[in-house]
C-alpha cells in the first residue's frame, strides 16, 4: 500500500536508526526503498541487515553511481516504487510508530492526495528539542498562499497518493537543491490536488550536524528564489503573496551574506525593499547593514 523512498548521501551514521523506526511502524503494508547518491560507505551492509530483520516486506536498495543531488534520488526510489502512495523519509530523521497509521487513515477520512505533519528539531549531539516547525492557524486558514511564502512542508512528514504526482516529480535542477520539496509541493497546488495537516504527530527532525540540508543557509535562500521565480506564473497564488515571499527571501539571503560581512548583501536587501516598498522594516535593514559594512570598510 505505502512505498517508503529514502535518499542517502554519506549516510550511514544515522541510517540504522531512522530504519528502526520504519520497522516499527504500527501500519505493516509497506515497502521499503533506499537510494544512494553515489556515496560509498555502509549504507547498502545497514540495508542489508535491516532486510534481513524484516523478512515479510519488499526492501530494495538502489544506487546512483555518481551524486545527483536527492532530488534524483527520490524521483529514482519513486519510479521504482509498487505501491499506490509514497512516503518520504530522510536518511536522518525518525518516525513515531503511529506515523503512516495516523497520515493513512487521515488520507483515507478526509480523501486527501496529501498529509502531511508538522517536525520537532532536536540537537543531533545533545537530544535536546530545538523547536517546532509547520503550518500556524493562520497558515492553515490561507492555505494555499502561504505556503508559497514559507514552505512548512517537510518531505519526512508526507504521506503522497503516487496517482496525484501526475508527470510532476522532484526538481532536479542544480538551482533548486536544497528546496526542491517546495517546488514539488507549488507544482501540485498547481494540479488542484488535496492537502491535509495532522495535528497530533510530528517526526523528529535531527539539526546541527555537518550533512543537514539547512546546514548552507545562503544556499538554501538562493534555491527559494529560485522556485519562486519559477512559480510566479503560478495563478494559485496572487501577485501579492508572490511579492511578499520573494522580498522576505531577499531579506533572509542579505541577513545571511551580512553575517559573512559581504558587501553583497547591500543588493539583496535593495531588492527586498523593491518587491515590498510599504514594508519600511526593509528599508531600515538596508540602512543598517550599510553602515555596518561602511563600519567594516573603515576598519
Excluded at 505505502?2 to 511502524?25: D, H, M, N, W, Y
Excluded at 535536546?128 to 518531505?155: C, Q, V
Excluded at 553575517?259 to 553583497?264: L, S, V
Amino acid at each position: 500500500m505505502i512505498s517508503i523512498v529514502i535518499p542517502c548521501f554519506r549516510s550511514e551514521k544515522f541510517l540504522f536508526q531512522t530504519l528502526e523506526t520504519v520497522g516499527e511502524q504500527t501500519f505493516r503494508d509497506w515497502e521499503l526503498i533506499v537510494v544512494e547518491d553515489g556515496s560509498q560507505d555502509s549504507t547498502e551492509s545497514i540495508v542489508e541487515k535491516f532486510r534481513s530483520r524484516n523478512p515479510d516486506h519488499r526492501i530494495q536498495y538502489l544506487r546512483l553511481e555518481k551524486t545527483q543531488g536527492p532530488s534524483a534520488a527520490r524521483n529514482k526510489g519513486i519510479k521504482n516504487s509498487k505501491g499506490n502512495w509514497i512516503a518520504f523519509l530522510d536518511s536522518d530523521d525518525l518516525w513515531e510508530p503511529v506515523h503512516l497509521e495516523t497520515l493513512w487513515e487521515r488520507a483515507r477520512n478526509q480523501q486527501a492526495d496529501l498529509c502531511f505533519c508538522s517536525v520537532d528539531f532536536f540537537n543531533s549531539e545533545t537530544g535536546s528539542a530545538l523547536g517546532e516547525w509547520g503550518p500556524t492557524e493562520d497558515d492553515l486558514k490561507h492555505f494555499p498562499e502561504t505556503l508559497f511564502i514559507r514552505n512548512y512542508i517537510s518531505p519526512s512528514g508526507v504521506l503522497l497518493k503516487k496517482t496525484a504526482l501526475g508527470e510532476n516529480l522532484f526538481n532536479e535542477s542544480p538551482e533548486f537543491q536544497s528546496c526542491e520539496d517546495h517546488e514539488l509541493w507549488l507544482s501540485l497546488v498547481q494540479r488542484g490536488i488535496s492537502f491535509a495537516w495532522v495535528s497530533e504527530l510530528k517526526v523528529k527532525y535531527r539539526k546541527n550536524h555537518s550533512g543537514a540540508a539547512t546546514a548552507n543557509r545562503e544556499r538554501m535562500f538562493r534555491a527559494d528564489l529560485a522556485v519562486m521565480y519559477r512559480h510566479f506564473g503560478n495563478p494559485y497564488f496572487g501577485l501579492a503573496t508572490k511579492c511578499k515571499g520573494i522580498s522576505q527571501n531577499y531579506a533572509y539571503l542579505a541577513e545571511a551574506l551580512l553575517e559573512k560581512r559581504n558587501w553583497k548583501a547591500l543588493s539583496f536587501y535593495f531588492r527586498s525593499w523593491c518587491f515590498n516598498p510599504f514594508q519600511l522594516k526593509q528599508l531600515r535593514r538596508l540602512i543598517k547593514a550599510l553602515g555596518i559594512l561602511t563600519l567594516k570598510l573603515a576598519d
